[in-house]
């Protein structure tokens, strides 16, 4: 009994205290210890406090309103989940500087857990001159983050940093797969209000990922030049210049380098759109190789064969659909989607009579995004240049 009377007074004396630190717990306070005797003196200025021994305790109260604002700002600021915003903030203290610290370390870690999920939407960038074009395809997991400035900043400034480096020069007519190995530790140049400075393409890829909260990488990417003439693109569905879900690009050659560049940009606009339109395999017969002719051969022979018509019949039929496919997936064969009474032969035909000088199609390429997926980020489709 006596061990309970002599315990009653400091744990009351305890309570007490308690109680009182809810009611000034907006101020800074002390605890100071003497022997067996406790008291609690609040103080406004730490730096007076003259006692050997003290633990400190400090809370931050901020309105609704205060914390909504803090809120919006980091979200901001970050383009992180609110979720984990507002975790941040309330971790640390409502200090934003630190919060955003945080949110950093904590995206990166999140970022390399979740480059191993599939990222087939996205966008094509093409950053070109007159001379040269580059495209790439950067993706994302959803059409959401594609539409947010910060990804589309990151993929506009990834192919005009490519365009702009050494490495990508001009080559002759080439067409030239670029491969993610050429790339991670390329410079890059950002000016973005959440992303600034020069960095590496690998960083910023890393860092995008951490503020979109999904895996983004780079997907695949072209150079396409011309020594002599004018390189065209088109973009399909582009949320803005330079960007889109779909490309055509093509090289025009013209044998005089004097001819009339609005002509030539002109048709080869056109031109490239209808690349997009058509979604040729080869750019003439003579590139159509024997091995996917005999085979188109074979199935249209059997499909003629089961009408029961004569052999002569059955020939006449597989030749006359065999140019029908030729018309189908070559490009010079092809229907201008434009003006269906003319095919693309024709379109360079006349146009090397308007110039002066003969015109003809170097190389060509056509893009979609999400057509490689699941594939290492170095691999290259290769239906997508023609031969």
């Given at each position: 009994m006596a061990c309970f009377r002599t315990a009653r007074r400091p744990i009351g004396f305890l309570l007490k205290g308690l109680n009182n630190y809810k009611q000034c717990r907006h101020d800074y306070s002390t605890w100071v210890f003497r022997g067996d005797q406790a008291s609690k003196i609040k103080i406004h200025n730490l730096f007076s406090a003259g006692y050997s021994m003290f633990a400190r305790r400090f809370s931050v109260k901020l309105s609704a309103s205060d914390q909504m604002n803090l809120v919006q700002q980091l979200r901001k600021r970050t383009s992180a989940p609110i979720i984990d915003v507002k975790a941040s903030l309330v971790n640390c203290n409502w200090d934003i500087e630190a919060a955003q610290k945080e949110l950093r370390k904590r995206g990166l870690i999140i970022a390399s857990k979740k480059s191993s999920r599939t990222a087939a939407e996205g966008l094509l960038a093409v950053a070109q001159d007159e001379k040269r074009a580059v495209v790439i395809e950067l993706n994302c997991e959803t059409d959401f983050v594609a539409?947010?400035?910060?990804?589309?900043?990151?993929?506009?400034?990834?192919?005009?940093?490519?365009?702009?480096?050494?490495?990508?020069?001009?080559?002759?007519?080439?067409?030239?797969p670029l491969g993610s190995e050429d790339l991670e530790s390329m410079k890059i140049a950002l000016d973005h209000t959440k992303l600034n400075g020069e960095t590496t393409v690998q960083n910023a890829i890393t860092e995008v990922a951490a503020m979109v909260g999904e895996n983004v990488k780079f997907g695949r990417g072209f150079a396409l030049s011309t020594s002599q003439g004018i390189?065209?693109?088109?973009?399909?569905?582009?949320?803005?210049?330079?960007?889109?879900?779909?490309?055509?690009?093509?090289?025009?050659?013209?044998?005089?380098?004097?001819?009339?560049?609005?002509?030539?940009?002109?048709?080869?606009?056109?031109?490239?759109?209808?690349?997009?339109?058509?979604?040729?395999?080869?750019?003439?017969?003579?590139?159509?190789?024997?091995?996917?002719?005999?085979?188109?051969?074979?199935?249209?022979?059997?499909?003629?064969?089961?009408?029961?018509?004569?052999?002569?019949?059955?020939?006449?039929?597989?030749?006359?659909?065999?140019?029908?496919?030729?018309?189908?997936?070559?490009?010079?064969?092809?229907?201008?989607?434009m003006n269906d009474s003319t095919n693309i032969k024709t379109v360079l035909n006349d146009l090397s009579k308007e110039v002066g000088s003969s015109v003809k199609i170097g190389k060509f390429l056509r893009m979609e995004v999400g057509e490689v997926t699941q594939r290492a980020e170095a691999t290259i489709e290769p239906e997508a240049v023609a031969r």
């Open positions: 539409k947010l400035q910060i990804f589309q900043h990151l993929a506009l400034s990834l192919a005009r940093s490519v365009l702009s480096a050494e490495s990508f020069s001009q080559h002759a007519s080439a067409a030239t390189v065209s693109s088109y973009l399909h569905t582009s949320p803005q210049p330079g960007l889109g879900r779909m490309a055509g690009i093509l090289t025009l050659e013209v044998e005089d380098g004097n001819a009339p560049v609005d002509a030539l940009q002109r048709v080869g606009s056109s031109i490239a759109m209808h690349v997009v339109a058509s979604r040729p395999l080869f750019l003439s017969k003579e590139l159509v190789s024997s091995e996917a002719i005999e085979s188109e051969r074979d199935i249209l022979r059997t499909q003629a064969e089961s009408t029961g018509k004569p052999p002569m019949a059955i020939e006449k039929m597989v030749e006359g659909r065999l140019r029908k496919y030729f018309e189908e997936v070559v490009l010079l064969e092809q229907k201008f989607v």
